[in-house]
């Protein structure tokens, strides 16, 4: 592994697919300018597009066109997108800061944020049924459902939902995993599946193997961003640091200890890159993306 | 025309609706079970489903089989529920009644009715991904994005948007229609095109004919409801009445009066009906439906 060359690899690719999001994203002199100006605002910046560089990796797999693993990576990212907005409403964690600037609530509206929300749901699935992405429609389809499947009630908006349940109360580590599976698992795990699918088909037991790489480093991501929550000051996470213990939330730093949650993020780690194994070479920005995951710093 | 029949197409249609929703809506007993529940509250019940029964019209253009079509129309309803619950919120219209029942956020908590509408979006596009719906899955493309389209921030999100900025503003007609046509309109003519899309493909032409036909009928839709906002008392009306004119908002009956909007509304279902001319006897529901919607008391 060479980190200047991933560096370059993901920094390629996080142009891209800034390029793209700018594009797809309506103009702001178009009706109503002032909800597509805050879709941009809240979008387009500083975003690490993790989720789209899994996707960029997954796609490696299948020796996808990267044209086409931008359009699904750019759909990834606008439910994740969405799904800050809405997390940092005041009826939610009522949260003033994200990515170093004003949430978009705070620097527009509630309401404007509430349809700026709705309305980036909808483009993501937009993207999905307006642009070819797979030789064969049929999996183009297999791709909506994936990625409608990861967003609700049972995948993103579900995890949301029992993290709601959860705040004053203490869970297990198993209550935690299930939690984060959902919440930000599902669409990491979606992102890498859907990058995947751009490409020829992968064998089933291929697609198992990726899902299960795709599982643990989703939950390593969110291990890491609850002791970077409870270590990093606010300037360098870009977010209000330090709220999960202010609105008492059940995190693994609170389950387990900082040095605890550490050796498991680390533990997962390594179990994400054996899941890997069967891929050889062709899996290398998996494995970098899993180290870039668990040993970044913000 | 007969009413008696056309009562019992309805019916029958509205049945099926109901039970396709609540077949495909997630179980109370799957976790996160209190979502579930408050998604399940939001859609099953005393709605019209006016969207789907479009839906089923439109499918009698391109003979449809009717399975297909209310997947469809199922998908467009769950659309339409979820703006309900999120334009129900406080920071939106801040209601507390719907369909004659306390609002969402009013029988459950705010947070959980922000993620009842998220989730329920996406449940709308996981069923056009997940079950088949035309003969060429290209089509079922075409329809992924035809109902992204309608919902998004140039659909109805952005119809919500300058719904928003018109408060306290005189707005003329064409900026009514304008409103209205993103708000309410663009999920109607959704509905009607959907439907047809499920069966053998319509020519260009004829898809322009149906399209004028939903974008006349949608207008008409909402210069009813303004009437009836003005006119009923809230029992009939199952949400609370005159809140348009107690919140400032430009509504027909602001702008043109009650009479004149009547007289709108009935040329509006008119100029529908002509646009019917090129089906013949294939568009009775849809004839049918026009007179429903602009006839209708609640």
Redesign the interface.
């Known amino acids: 592994m060479n980190p200047a060359d991933f560096q370059s690899w993901a920094a390629a690719r996080q142009t891209r697919i800034e390029t793209l999001l700018d594009k797809v994203l309506?103009a702001p002199r178009?009706?109503?300018e002032?909800?597509?100006a805050a879709?941009r605002y809240a979008v387009l910046g500083r975003g690490k597009r993790v989720r789209p560089l899994l996707a960029f990796a997954g796609g490696e797999l299948s020796g996808a066109d990267i044209e086409r693993v931008a359009l699904a990576g750019a759909a990834v990212e606008l439910i994740h997108a969405?799904?800050l907005v809405?997390d940092d409403?005041?009826?939610?964690d009522d949260d003033v800061l994200r990515r170093g600037k004003p949430t978009v609530h705070v620097e527009y509206d509630?309401?404007?944020a509430?349809?700026v929300?709705?309305?980036l749901?909808?483009?993501a699935?937009?993207l999905?049924?307006?642009y070819r992405l797979t030789e064969?429609?049929?999996d183009?389809?297999?791709?909506?459902?994936?990625?409608?499947?990861a967003?609700?009630?049972?995948?993103m908006?579900?995890g949301?939902?029992?993290d709601?349940?959860s705040v004053g109360k203490k869970l297990s580590v198993p209550e935690l995993e299930?939690m984060h599976i959902h919440k930000t698992g599902a669409l990491i795990r979606a992102s890498a599946l859907l990058g995947a699918h751009c490409g020829h088909g992968l064998a089933d037991a291929e697609l198992a193997q990726l899902d299960s790489f795709a599982k643990l480093i989703g939950l390593a991501f969110q291990v890491v961003d609850d002791v970077l929550d409870a270590e990093s000051p606010t300037a360098t996470l870009g977010k209000t640091a330090g709220k999960d213990a202010e609105r008492d939330k059940p995190t693994y730093v609170s389950v387990l200890g900082v040095a605890e949650s550490k050796a498991f993020a680390e533990q997962l780690r390594q179990d994400a890159l054996r899941a890997l194994d069967t891929f050889g070479t062709r899996a290398l920005r998996l494995r970098e993306l899993a180290d870039f995951i668990v040993l970044r710093k913000f």
């Open positions: 309506p178009l009706v109503p002032r909800l597509h879709m969405y799904s809405h409403l005041p009826c939610m509630e309401p404007t509430l349809l929300g709705d309305a749901q909808s483009l699935f937009q999905l049924g307006e064969h429609t049929d183009q389809l297999q791709m909506v459902k994936l990625l409608a499947a967003s609700g009630s049972r995948g908006a579900g949301q939902a029992i709601l349940e299930l």
